[in-house]
């Protein structure tokens, strides 16, 4: 079964404790198809370009087994003030975190400023029910307009995955919404690899007739 899991930190992040290679070997060993590495912005700052480097140099070496993708997760409580949007444009995607929280800037604000961004966009572990009642907004629709792609985070630590797995109402708005979606372990610790909830929410989304973001739809 087709597998995607597009949120992933190595030592490149504050919190991470894996290489890029020993999170890609664990997905490969894991049969997942497609691994987006995503660390945090803040953690790597100026180093952008060895991080880009070091994962090009991963997408040759593993590219016969998995397909490596290049991707960011930005904060946006606040929004980061050293991150030029044009040092983006040469990665796969990137994914805005924790916009639902009470602390994230303003969404607004967030919208015009996510403008900038060229590559494909994604909203990390964001309730975004909760963000729509919050703003009285319909975010669905705001996210198809703004070409936005939504993150389902198995981690564990959302409650918002536990509520898409049995509210069918929530699931069947955003299968009809057309919005596009992606699956993420969020993996700080190859240990805790939660390979069974990625195969899951991968073969959900399918189920649903989602389109997955970045990878296309799959067939
Ligand atoms: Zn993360």
């Known amino acids: 079964m087709f597998t995607a899991d597009l949120h992933n930190h190595t030592v490149f992040s504050y919190d991470g404790t894996n290489t890029p290679e020993e999170i890609i070997e664990n997905a490969i ?3 997942v198809d497609v691994i987006g590495i995503t660390d945090h912005q803040f953690s790597i700052g100026g180093d952008l370009r060895e991080y880009k480097a070091r994962l090009d140099a991963c997408r040759e070496k593993y590219g016969d087994k998995i397909k490596v993708l290049r991707g960011l997760e930005i ?36 919208l015009e400023w996510r403008r900038r961004f060229r590559c494909p966009c994604g909203l990390a572990h964001c309730d975004i029910f909760r963000l729509g009642e919050r703003y009285g907004v319909d975010m669905l629709k705001i996210m198809r307009r703004s070409g936005l ?17 049995t509210n069918d109402k929530k699931r069947e708005a955003v299968a009809r919404s057309g919005v596009k979606v992606s699956v993420g372990s969020d993996t700080h610790w190859i240990e805790e690899y939660r390979f069974r909830p990625i195969r899951r929410a991968n073969a959900l989304m399918r ?10 739809r799959i067939r």
């Open 29 to 31: 060993a894991h049969r």
């Open 75 to 110: 904060g946006t409580r606040p929004a980061p003030d050293d991150l030029n949007p044009r040092d983006t444009d040469d990665l796969d995607y990137v994914l805005f975190e924790s916009l639902d929280d009470t602390r994230a800037m303003d969404l607004a604000d967030f």
């Open 149 to 165: 792609f939504w993150e389902l985070n198995i981690s564990g630590n959302y409650d918002y995955y536990y509520d898409f797995l």
């Open 207 to 216: 189920e649903l007739g989602c389109e997955f973001a970045v990878i296309g």
